[in-house]
């Protein structure tokens, strides 16, 4: 059984910072690759940000390039998200999720089999 739970969301500043984290049980959490989502409301899910089983590689989407970064602690079976440089357009619940075996960095939702409950995450100007 694999279940994901996000935390470190909240109420942030335009300009500030927030650190989203992602705790997964199950095993062999070391072999995925596990990405982060986020939906704002009358939105689709979209990519954020993903980071290899190992931790060597990663890819961002666009809006986030230069300000967010990811990274993992296999040891604690932990993904984290560091959002740097605040923007209200960040606000909206964001997901991590552990990828299907073999997807690489992949962006598409789809190529995700294990999703957590998400965590708001609000911005104000």
């Known amino acids: 059984q694999v279940q994901l739970v996000e935390s470190g969301g909240g109420l942030g500043q335009a300009g500030g910072s927030l650190r989203l984290s992602c705790r997964a049980s199950g095993r062999a959490f070391d072999t995925y690759t596990v990405g982060w989502f986020r939906q704002a409301p009358g939105s689709e899910r979209e990519f954020v940000a993903a980071i290899l089983s190992t931790g060597g590689s990663t890819r961002y989407a666009d809006s986030a390039k230069g300000r967010f970064t990811i990274s993992r602690d296999n040891a604690k079976n932990t993904v984290s998200l560091q959002m740097n440089s605040l923007k209200p357009e960040d606000t909206a619940v964001y997901y991590c999720?552990?990828?299907?075996?073999?997807?690489?960095?992949?962006?598409?939702?789809?190529?995700?089999?294990?999703w957590g409950q998400g965590t708001q995450v609000t911005v104000s100007s």
């Open positions: 999720a552990r990828a299907r075996y073999g997807m690489g960095l992949s962006p598409d939702p789809t190529a995700y089999a294990y």
